[in-house]
């Protein structure tokens, strides 16, 4: 990106991410209520996450699975059982991810660009796909190119395919397409769906 870009895109950033927050707060008070009422545990889920140059910040997430299931690095399961009732359905629409907006307002992350990955889980994915951390040239993003044209599955080496081809044609305008592609994929439930293995681990980590 030139300057100019860079400018465009943060002010962008701002602007919608604060639309995004004010129209969206009853809705983002009520998964609040709806995660905090089921099990009385703290609704809002923090993690560190990699964004643009390998910096570390905390990302925020409502809740969906069950408090102490945190500890390891495992991705999801197809079915989870870890996942609460209110975290299944939050996650198939991907609202789960709304406090994400207080995370571009601050910085840390783009409205789009690559998915932020957690750093245990980037470090095991370069031991045999060095090219992994080419996707940290670029701000994180609530959505992305990867995003909307894979899915939560979609092997590594394909995501890195999709983030490398949105960093080198970006444009304004390629970013608004995928903003408005976003709105299409949070109602396709099996975008979000979890790994279809068999589930053994009852200590995962929420991702």
């Known amino acids: 990106m030139n300057r100019f870009q860079r400018i465009v895109k943060r002010i ?8 995004m927050l004010i129209v969206l707060s009853p809705l983002m008070l009520a998964i609040l209520l709806a995660v905090f009422a089921y099990d009385r545990k703290p609704p809002v889920f923090k993690q560190k996450r990699l964004t643009k140059d390998g910096r570390v910040f905390t990302l925020y997430k409502f809740r ?10 495992k991705l999801t399961l197809y079915e989870d059982p870890r996942v ?35 750093p245990e889980i980037a470090r095991e994915i370069e031991k045999t796909l060095p090219e992994f951390s080419k996707r940290l040239q670029m701000k994180a993003g609530l959505t992305g190119f990867a995003q909307v044209v894979g899915n939560y599955t979609t092997p590594s080496e394909q995501k890195l395919a999709y983030d490398l081809y949105y960093i080198e044609h970006f444009s ?3 970013d608004l397409k995928i903003m408005l592609k976003t709105a299409k994929v949070m109602f396709m439930s099996e ?4 790994l279809r293995l068999e589930k053994t681990d009852d200590s995962e980590e929420e991702s």
């Open 84 to 118: 609460t009732p209110v975290g299944r359905i939050i996650r198939r629409f991907r609202l789960d991810e709304l406090p994400q907006l207080i995370n571009v307002i601050k910085g840390d992350m783009s409205m789009v660009g690559p998915r932020p990955e957690r």
């Open 64 to 73: 969906s699975m069950r408090p102490g299931t945190e500890e390891s690095y």
């Open 172 to 174: 304004l305008g390629l």
């Open 12 to 19: 962008a950033d701002i602007v919608i991410a604060l639309i």
């Open 191 to 194: 975008k979000s769906e979890g």
